[in-house]
């Protein structure tokens, strides 16, 4: 399984900007998909965006337009650009890869919390 390390978390004002990065353990040339959750307290952990081998890129409805999904194969991060913060984005951000199968592997998690 990939090791996965998130930072870049923080406290921004609504409005502002935060950039988080992921590194991966080892190498993500073979690793099909690499994305970001969230989980806000008292939630469910969802889905906000996804990059994939393949060149694909996906994100929630809630971040299209101010969120921005990088992949960068030869320094193995996938960084997440969020820009125009809003105060429901407040959560735990969770770096994601997948291999295929059950290889499924998750980050400890960087804090997001976004001030009105």
């Known amino acids: 399984q990939v090791q996965l390390v998130e930072s870049g978390g923080g406290l921004v004002s609504a409005g502002g900007s935060l950039r988080l990065s992921c590194a991966a353990s080892?190498?993500?040339?073979?690793?099909?998909?690499m994305g970001w959750y969230r989980q806000a307290p008292g939630k469910e952990r969802e889905f906000v965006a996804m990059?994939?081998?393949?060149?694909?890129?996906s994100y929630a409805d809630s971040v299209k337009g101010r969120f921005t999904i990088f992949r960068d194969t030869a320094k193995n991060t996938v960084s997440l650009q969020m820009n125009d913060l809003k105060v429901e984005d407040t959560a735990v951000y969770y770096c994601?890869?997948?291999?295929?199968?059950?290889?499924?592997?998750w980050g400890q998690g960087t804090q997001v919390t976004v001030s009105s």
């Open positions: 994601n890869a997948w291999s295929g199968g059950d290889r499924n592997s």
């Open positions: 080892r190498s993500i040339s073979s690793v099909i998909s």
């Open positions: 990059t994939t081998t393949g060149g694909a890129i």
